[in-house]
């Protein structure tokens, strides 16, 4: 059941003036976030709890009515080493699994009750598999070291269960239980884009959060819109124009009670909160393996010439792109910019949305993506595996265009932003702080419009 409060906004003519939401406050920026979580300062932890066995935990830990240590009763792992669980199932005696919200590469995200703070948490159980375990310690090791340089970062806590009589280990990270992801909100709006002036704030505070974690020498390596959730689940209902073209003769408040297709959700604020640190990584010289969720992958990243700061950012460029102009008809609904699985197409769809890629890049290519290029350039459409990979190449519009078509006010701007967080060249690329600088985030746009 969803726990999302709705107000119907009622009028029966198009307003001139629609009502003000938490993000039209010209700024009071927002604190860069970073998977913010509260009651223990990582910073102060020097150390994570020690597997125990059930006979070494205090008798204070006991509850009437649960398990010793509010153990889970034994269940085997599923064939994925996915942690196996029932509704009602206590994770610890402080923990009570509520629902599941979620299902990842890393394993599952349970949404639990806890009875010391009397709320709602988010717990993250890693599959039993050793390299998610990994990926886990070293998200907990990179949530330490933001937690030392800002004393806002919290955890609840970080536990790791070894059930020695049931030869069961259970990894645990317990976080703050936040709103939607940006991909789950589209997906719930039938993916409709967010106004320009929320792609604004949303940006801003994805770049701070990215210049934050850059100044301390990490990079996410994998930012894309379901690891960056809202704050709150609440929203407005408004209609949607673009949907109705001032063709219809119904009240606005009929058509929202009238079909859901010509309205749509506007988040009520535009706080965000960056997460998932498992891919994070130190920067490092000559880092050549591939990183990146596929659709917000760099160009350098697939042609093999090595990764830096600048992979976080062309993801940045790719993701605000698909904010403001996720729903048109050259695309088939919810997908990104680069709706691909190969490589050699994907290299084909930047240059039809933003130009030829540099020769010097091509002719750079690691002995793996060599083959995509040919004579100097890139080897397509001849090196097309069929020709539906031609015709979903074919379908994207410049990126000027794509802009163009649907924003309405701040367009320009905005054109010139991606053109600079989506250079091909990496060390051309804009930094994030470059980038906080440009005109888009420092024009009084909502003064003036």
């Given amino acids: 059941m969803e726990m999302e409060r709705v107000t119907e906004l009622t009028m029966d003519r198009r307003p001139r003036k629609r009502p003000r939401l938490a993000w039209d406050v ?12 509260f009651e223990q300062e990582i910073g102060n932890v020097t150390s994570f709890p020690q597997p125990k066995a059930l006979s070494d935990h205090p008798s204070s830990l006991f509850v009437k009515g649960l398990a010793r240590n509010g153990s889970p009763p034994w269940r085997e792992d599923d064939k994925d080493g996915h942690y ?21 590469t890393f394993g599952q995200v349970l949404e639990c009750w806890d009875r010391e703070r009397k ?39 970080v536990v790791e269960q070894v059930y020695s009589l049931q030869l069961c280990t259970i990894t645990e990270l317990v976080f703050e239980k ?37 100044d301390l020498h990490l990079i996410h390596t994998d930012l894309k819109p379901e690891n960056i959730l809202l704050v709150s689940s609440e929203y407005v209902k408004v209609p949607d124009y673009k949907i109705l073209g001032n063709k219809f003769p119904y009240t606005c408040n009929s058509l929202l009670t009238l079909d859901s297709s010509y309205s749509k959700r506007i988040p009520k604020s535009s ?21 990146s969720t596929r659709h917000y992958r760099a160009p350098e990243v697939i042609l093999g010439l090595g990764w830096s700061y600048p992979c976080d950012i062309w993801s940045v460029g790719c993701i605000l792109v698909e904010l ?54 890139l080897d397509w459409p001849e090196g097309a595996t069929s020709r539906d990979s031609i015709k979903a190449v074919l379908k994207l519009p410049r990126l000027q265009n794509l802009i163009m078509q649907h924003v309405d006010h701040s367009a320009g701007d905005l054109i010139h932003l991606l053109q600079g967080l989506m250079r091909y060249d990496p060390a051309e690329r804009m930094s994030a702080r470059e980038a906080l600088r440009h005109p888009f985030f420092t024009r009084d746009h909502l003064r003036r419009h």
């Fill in 178 to 214: 936040l709103g939607p992801s940006l991909y789950d909100f589209l997906r719930k709006n039938n993916y409709r884009s967010f106004p320009i002036d929320l792609v604004r704030e949303i940006g801003r505070q994805l770049l701070e959060c990215v210049a934050f974690m850059h």
């Fill in 119 to 157: 709320e709602m948490v988010a717990i993250k159980i890693v599959r039993g598999i050793k390299k998610y375990r990994e990926a886990a310690m070293i998200e907990v090791d990179v949530l330490q070291q933001l937690g030392r340089h800002d004393k806002v970062l919290r955890v609840i806590a």
């Fill in 26 to 37: 010209v700024p009071q920026t927002h604190k860069a976030q970073l998977g913010l979580f």
């Fill in 271 to 291: 706080a965000i909160k960056v997460i998932d640190f498992g891919s994070t990584t130190y920067d490092k010289p000559d880092q050549t393996y591939i990183v």
């Fill in 324 to 377: 403001c102009s996720v729903y048109f008809k050259q695309f088939y609904l919810g997908e990104a910019l680069f709706q691909t699985h190969e490589n050699l197409e994907h290299l084909a769809m930047m240059e039809k949305v933003l130009g030829p890629l540099p020769q010097h890049m091509l002719r750079r290519a690691d002995r793996n993506a060599e083959k995509y290029v040919r004579r100097g350039r």
């Fill in 84 to 104: 196996m669980f029932e509704i009602g199932d206590n994770l610890t005696s402080r923990y009570k699994i509520h629902s599941k919200m979620g299902e990842g």
